[in-house]
């Protein structure tokens, strides 16, 4: 079946359990970006708790996937509160509200099993001081509205903006016509006109982003979001790995493994802007001002072979389920297989000497309304 | 593995997914006491609402179970707030927040794929005049605390509040004696002191569930319960079948197919109050008042032998996972296929002419703080 315009909010999910290619043991990097930024996190959440003076804060992590890295923003927003908490002097103790937000094909029973564990493990960390806090969920995509009007304090998101809400319309248009094809995203020789449908379709996703959380969050509010970014208009290491994961497919058209018309009405939903064209979305959108804007680097040096397999995997985990809803289920194996091959080569070649993956890190603060 | 104390909060779940042996195709009972009971349910919002003036409702339905009854309730929810606010002639539509409940180990990740199908139908159906909604999940027990203070307007509950946190303790310290066992339950053989300890654990689980939810509801915030019930102190149909249960454990342990020892230790986590029992409770406990109190027949007649097998089912549905637990899977469909030749045989002998369930339907207003 082909990914038809609007499936995106079905078909996009990461993979649930805790299999070799799940999600939950390929999500290291997102990880270490949690771990990296946490003290400005720690700000950004300094600054809210000190304005609005809460007895009971509301946090939303959109985009919480299901693995290791769900639960650890709310125990570093347990670590945050606690320190607020006892430099305030206040007597009595704060409650959060911590909602976890993904796409309803998320594997929310796996994230809801493991937290018996997590607050076990919690409460034995935490005897001296234990902030009250609890976890809902809520399923639904972020490119919409998914909270009552001003319920949230605080919106956390990291590793998941740069996921459309579907293939820009101008791709689909052009299924069969296989022009410029050979790409499934924007690449090093994209033509401009791909390169600006993603573009606008991730300033349409955005704006409407800004507009739904404007709504959501309570005077005062704020959002923190990462996600992935550019430093200038060229490729970036994602670009190249793009690449070799068109050129495994591009190989298996060839052979007739996988149709040619599929692969040609092929395109990734997801777009790595550069930090200017999200700040010039913000400042015309108005819902918020920036406190905050950076753009950080996570750079992991190749100089294993082996690294092919892991990084095939990881990126697996996010684009599966895509992939398979486009090619169906049996192709899975043999692509990823593929894809780590050419990774392992071009690390071997050092054609790719290191995965720099560049993330956006914005603090954002909702506008009091006129 | 036998059903040690505190795990009833793990092993005990309705049956995901919608196979033959479902909660979701087996909770035709559940479902028409939803729909027995809507206009009571309407009048008991109807006062919340009348009270309360509220731009914003957050209403939790606890032990939501995952199959059709799930969203039935929020269907039911909607009409009601429809229908006030065309009466109330405001101009502002209300929002209303709708939370699900259950235990970790209920099926959401099937709730939430049915949701998207579940909006579609809701904006056919109310083109007109669409209130807007927002669902979320919060996974855990209602023995205890689930929600922050004050932020509940109205809880709803329907054929839950009978299970209990666990097997009463007095039960567990007599495993290995044996003495008057044979029987699962309460049945009308069962010794006084069976019977007190299986009282006990009812009155503690069920002041700590009127606690919490006390602690949870804002000021003029209510509940509206209704589960199991008995109008005399000898048993009911529900005793007769756990007694019919029973008996086919007890051949299977004859037969050697399940170890006797393990029978002895099987206790369900389930109590069937009186109507007076709970009233007692609640004025005995003190944070809420009743505004209604019923006890309401649900009679389906038995006369065909088939509905031996339904009604095996719709028990399995309930109960599978915690017989799973203690005997393992294997057993599983011998025991039900016995189970449903002894109710099949029972009605054709007209031993068993009705299934009469009565449940408990009560209404509940938080009483302000002195």
Redesign the interface.
């Known amino acids: 079946m082909e990914a038809r315009r609007g499936e995106v909010?079905?078909t996009l999910q990461m993979i649930g359990g805790d299999g070799e290619y799940s999600y939950a043991a390929n999500s290291s990097g997102q990880r270490k970006l949690i771990i990296m930024t946490k003290s400005m996190l720690e700000n950004a959440i300094e600054q809210m708790f000190k304005t609005l003076l809460l007895k009971?804060i509301t946090i939303v992590d959109l985009g919480c996937s299901s693995g290791p890295n769900t639960l650890l923003v709310l125990s570093q927003v347990l670590d945050i509160i606690s320190k607020l908490y006892k430099q305030s002097k206040e007597e009595t103790l704060p409650?959060?509200?911590f909602?976890l937000n993904d796409l309803?094909?998320?594997?929310?029973?796996s994230v809801?099993?493991s937290?018996?564990e997590f607050k076990k493990k919690i409460k034995e960390e935490r005897e001296n001081l234990l902030i009250?806090y609890?976890?809902?969920?809520?399923?639904?995509s972020f490119h919409g509205?998914?909270?009552?009007?001003s319920?949230v304090h605080f919106f956390h998101s990291s590793t998941s903006l740069h996921w459309l809400s579907q293939v820009p319309k101008e791709l689909e248009r052009t299924q069969g016509i296989s022009q410029s094809k050979g790409s499934i995203s924007i690449t090093r020789t994209s033509p401009p006109w791909i390169v600006k449908a993603y573009q606008e379709q991730f300033q349409r996703d955005f704006s409407i982003f800004l507009k739904s959380r404007f709504e959501e969050l309570s005077v005062g509010g704020g959002a923190w979001l990462t996600f992935p970014g550019r430093d200038h208009v060229d490729g970036d290491s994602l670009s190249h790995l793009s690449e070799l994961l068109a050129d495994s497919l591009n190989a298996m058209a060839e052979e007739g493994i996988i149709s040619k018309a599929k692969l040609d009405a092929l395109y990734f939903p997801f777009y790595v802007p550069l930090l200017e064209e999200v700040k010039s979305i913000i400042l015309g959108e108005s819902s918020f001002h920036i406190e905050q804007a950076h753009l950080l680097s996570n750079n992991i040096e190749l100089y294993i072979v082996q690294d092919g397999k892991k990084i095939a995997n990881s990126i697996r985990a996010g684009i599966e389920s895509f992939v398979a809803h486009h090619f169906g289920d049996a192709i899975l194996d043999e692509l990823f297989e593929r894809f780590a091959e050419k990774i392992s080569r071009s690390i071997l070649e050092e054609k790719l000497t290191k995965c720099n993956t560049l993330n956006i890190v914005i603090v954002l603060k909702k506008n009091t309304p006129q």
């Open positions: 909010k079905q009971r409650e959060i509200q909602i309803p094909s998320n594997d929310f029973n809801f099993q937290l018996e009250p609890y976890v809902s969920a809520v399923p639904g509205r998914l909270f009552p009007s319920t």
